[in-house]
């Protein structure tokens, strides 16, 4: 096991170490260097009160003081310097009543998280593992310090570390920790949306999104999103389907790269399918309007979990045209590309190819095929800059009133069909053609 710390890290230690205290590099640094990862911050614990800490450095910022955290500032990079703590009794699944200070390491990590989390490392003691982090790394576990029960009751929000955990590393859940969020999941209604929020999108982006099933199982999303679970419950009997509503979403987030938007769009593009499902007299399924009803629930849960409004109108559009039905052919595509919007079209080339993939093999070819024309079709369009929206078309309202049309609504309109005009034929799209056209529509 090769940790290797950096000189502004052991800068720190050393100068504490120095002035007769204890300091040690602690938490999620420790766990990504015994996995082998490269950590993207450090934080370091130490025996001296913050204080003593701010004595000791020339530039310190009190971001935590009353729970013992001080950032040394060194030149312009920050480290946060936490004594070692005792937890008193949390009143409101997430914070402390009080904080006790400590001289002992290790009970500074026993109030942490989970064993992979509760490891301490400096160059002159080596790595400090009370709890058993390194063996439950080796066998890919996620588990508790002490009573699961105790660290889920300190702060709930815990229980979908534990899941995002597993997600991002690939690791099971251990067994009594698992029984554990089953039987304490309802105790997620006390964190806040934003949090929720936060645990969900790692969760999602993860190199295992489809570990929201574990959230199913556990009772998590019955909480936190209980739409999905109705997913999880609704049968999808047709020919292009083999999977339930939920699997199906599960496995689509799994044929999409790792992009925030574009995994809460999978995650959100069939979430209306269990209100518009209805089934015809051969006993077949069917969905009609489920994107419009999707993109309906899309806003209404973004909103309950405080999406920014940039990424809740992006998700809620590519929910809304995902099963849009692009002629793959120069006018179809254009068309396709104005109703949806130019931001967003080639993205649903992606949300389109990971839906079809999570779905049965029937028609799987032709769908196929049709997807990667009108792919090549609009590389086509775009090389050759057709105009797609009124942002592009060669005359403007004022254009029209300087030809002689008045003011008003009746603008608005005839460029509406000037650029109908154009979309199916691109080669009108210059000034002197369209103010030639325009007076057909007075």
Not at 168 to 183: V, W
């Amino acid at each position: 096991m090769d940790i290797r710390l950096p000189d502004k890290v052991k800068y720190i230690i050393k100068k504490i170490e120095d002035a007769g205290y204890e300091a040690y590099a602690v938490g999620g640094c420790i766990r990504d260097s015994v996995i082998g990862r490269t950590p993207d911050d450090w934080d370091i614990t130490t025996s001296a009160n913050p204080r003593q800490v701010k004595a000791i450095f020339g530039r310190t910022i009190d971001t935590g003081i009353r729970h013992g955290t001080v950032t040394v500032m060194l030149e312009k990079e920050g480290f946060e310097v936490t004594t070692y703590r005792i937890d008193g009794e949390y009143e409101d699944g997430r914070h402390p009543k009080e904080v006790v200070f400590t001289s002992r390491l290790e009970e500074d990590l026993r109030r942490r998280d989970f064993t992979i989390n509760a490891m301490a490392y400096n160059d002159r003691k080596g790595l400090v593992d009370v709890f058993g982090g390194a063996e439950d790394i080796r066998n890919r576990i996620i588990r508790c310090v002490g009573r699961p029960e105790e660290r889920f009751d300190e702060d709930a929000l815990r229980m979908m570390r534990a899941v995002r955990f597993s997600a991002q590393l690939g690791y099971s859940i251990e067994e009594g920790t698992a029984a554990a969020i089953k039987e304490m999941a309802g105790n997620l209604e006390k964190i806040s949306a934003e949090r929720i929020r936060t645990e969900l999108v790692k969760l999602l982006v993860s190199p295992h999104p489809d570990a929201l099933r574990i959230c199913y199982e556990t009772g998590i999303t019955k909480i936190v999103l209980p739409e999905f679970d109705r997913c999880m419950e609704t049968v999808q009997n047709n020919p292009h389907h083999c999977y339930t509503v939920g699997e199906h979403i599960l496995h689509s987030m799994m044929k999409v790269k790792g992009d925030k938007v574009l995994r809460l769009t999978m995650l959100m593009h069939d979430i209306g399918k269990p209100e518009t499902k209805t089934t015809d007299g051969e006993g077949t399924d069917h969905f009609h309007g489920h994107a419009s009803v999707s993109a309906e629930l899309t806003e209404r849960i973004l909103r309950r979990l405080k999406f920014d409004n940039d990424t809740l109108h992006t998700v809620k559009r590519l929910v809304l045209y995902h099963d849009y039905d692009i002629n793959p052919v120069p006018e179809g595509v254009r068309r396709a590309i104005h109703k949806t919007g130019e931001d967003i079209f080639p993205l649903l080339f992606e949300v389109k190819r990971a839906d079809m993939l999570a779905q049965s093999g029937y028609q799987r070819e032709e769908k196929e095929e049709k997807l990667k024309r009108a792919e090549a079709v609009y590389e086509e369009v775009i090389r050759k800059k057709d105009c797609v929206s009124l942002r592009t078309l060669a005359v403007t309202g004022k254009d029209l009133m300087d030809a002689g049309m008045e003011p008003g609504k009746k603008i608005g309109e005839v460029l509406d069909r000037l650029l109908e005009i154009v979309l199916e034929d691109p080669e009108k799209n210059t000034k002197e053609e369209l103010l030639k056209l325009y007076e057909y529509f007075l």
